[in-house]
C-alpha cells in the first residue's frame, strides 16, 4: 500500500522560510510525478508545484521565485523550501504521486500558517 508522510509544516511571521518534506513507502518514486498542493480554509485546493521523474518542475504563479521543489529518489522522498512566506501561503500542504499508470496517492496533510 502506498503512503505518503508529509512533516514540517508550523507557525511562521510573514517572510519566514519552511522545509516541507513528504516521505513514500510502499513504492519508489523514481518514476512517478510528485506534487506539493495547498488547501485554505473554505478554498479549493490548488497545485502549488509539481516535479516529474526526470527533474523538469511546474510552478504556481503565486509562489514563482520563493518556493522550490525538489525530490531525492534514494530517499523516497519530496521536498517544498519555501521562503518569503506571505499569510497568503496558510494552509494545508499535501504531497501527491502519480504513477506513470495515472494513480494518484496522496498525504494527509501538514498545516502550515503565516502571521503578519
Known amino acids: 500500500q502506498v503512503r505518503l508522510m508529509e512533516s514540517g509544516g508550523a507557525s511562521v511571521q510573514a517572510g519566514g522560510s519552511l522545509r516541507l518534506s513528504c516521505v513514500a513507502s510502499?513504492?519508489?518514486?523514481?518514476?512517478?510525478?510528485m506534487g506539493w498542493y495547498r488547501q485554505a480554509t473554505g478554498k479549493q485546493r490548488e497545485l502549488v508545484a509539481t516535479?516529474?521523474?526526470?527533474?523538469?518542475?511546474n510552478y504556481a504563479d503565486s509562489i514563482k521565485g520563493r518556493f522550490t521543489i525538489s525530490r531525492d529518489n534514494a530517499e523516497n522522498t519530496v521536498y517544498l523550501q519555501m521562503n518569503s512566506l506571505k499569510p497568503e501561503d496558510t494552509g494545508v500542504y499535501y504531497c501527491?504521486?502519480?504513477?506513470?499508470?495515472?494513480?494518484?496517492?496522496w498525504g494527509q496533510g501538514t498545516q502550515v500558517t503565516v502571521s503578519s
Open positions: 510502499g513504492r519508489g518514486i523514481s518514476d512517478s510525478t
Open positions: 516535479i516529474l521523474r526526470g527533474g523538469g518542475t
Open positions: 501527491s504521486l502519480r504513477t506513470p499508470l495515472y494513480s494518484t496517492y
